[in-house]
């Protein structure tokens, strides 16, 4: 369901067009993709994002669209975890594993990576939690 067409997390004209195009369609549910809770529980750099403010406003704007066409908006929220921290799909979605690569730390419940070769994630503890 994902798209990966955010920059920072912003939703735009792409999630308007795309989502209610469906909400027109005729669709009763409009559920937003995974919208990552924080940056660092992104599965790519082009993951929707919910972790600011400043996401609301573009968000409500395709919620009232949606709305408007007879159809119930939604919101997946998420956090990748040890997935984390991948290139977009048509790159190859590989783990990304330095910072050059524009690599960020990942999160988990432990230090064990998702893949053998991933980068370990940070475990949390009841505090980082």
């Known amino acids: 369901m994902c798209q990966y067409s ?12 795309h989502l209610g195009s469906r909400a027109v369609g005729g669709a009763a549910l409009i559920f937003v993709e995974a919208a990552a ?3 660092e529980g992104r599965i790519t750099p082009g993951d929707l994002g919910i972790w ?13 669209f949606v709305e408007r066409m007879g159809a119930v908006p939604a919101i997946q929220l998420a956090h990748a975890g040890r997935k984390a921290s991948c290139a977009v799909p048509w790159v190859g979605g590989a783990s990304l594993k330095s ?3 524009g690599a960020w730390q990942t999160v988990a419940p432990s230090p064990v990576p998702f893949a053998d070769g991933d980068p370990p994630p940070q475990a949390l503890d009841e505090q980082g939690i």
């Open 6 to 17: 955010a920059i920072d997390g912003m939703a735009d004209d792409w999630h308007l067009v």
């Open 37 to 39: 809770v924080t940056p």
């Open 52 to 64: 600011s403010d400043d996401h609301t406003e573009p968000l409500a704007r395709i919620a009232q």
């Open 99 to 101: 910072a050059e690569e």
